[in-house]
């Protein structure tokens, strides 16, 4: 393993338990999470629970193991719009930005997955095991972000409806 498998790597499993950890606490909450997706204007707020917890358990097991990483990549950066759009764009860019966390977090986290997407997953990946990593990657890898964030603005369009 080179230094470039060695650090693709790291940040798929860096990325992949972030996402494991978020969705285990959004599992782990489910009136907590639906409650929190309803005060911020969603529609149908027991299924953004269920998409979203299913979503982010999902994409943090693909990439740990680095099985269809372009497109569990894609899904970060879905998961990293929507956080952005409703939660953390209006406090700016500082993640210290109290009471509200500024979107530093989430741009941070959409890099590294548009990195990935781009760079592909490395050598130590069922990707490449199965040789499909050079069919996901580079601009087929771009491809599949720009379809994580229609996917995300769709679903903005379709079920968020904040208060005015």
Known sequence: MDSFDA??????IGLGL???????????GRLKTTNWF??????APGMQWAVSTATELAVGLLLL???LTSLAAAGVIGIMFVAFWTVHRPAGFWVTARPDEGWEYVFTLSVAAVALAIAG???ASLD???DISANLD???GAA?????????ALQLATFFRPER
């Open 38 to 43: 309803a005060s911020m204007g969603f529609l």
């Open 121 to 123: 997953p490395g050598e």
């Open 128 to 130: 490449h095991a199965l």
């Open 144 to 152: 599949l972000v720009v379809g994580g964030l229609v996917t995300a």
């Open 65 to 67: 193991a680095g099985l």
């Open 138 to 140: 580079g601009w087929v």
């Open 7 to 12: 650090a693709m790597l790291v940040l798929r």
């Open 18 to 28: 972030v996402f494991i950890a978020h969705g285990i606490k959004h599992a782990r």
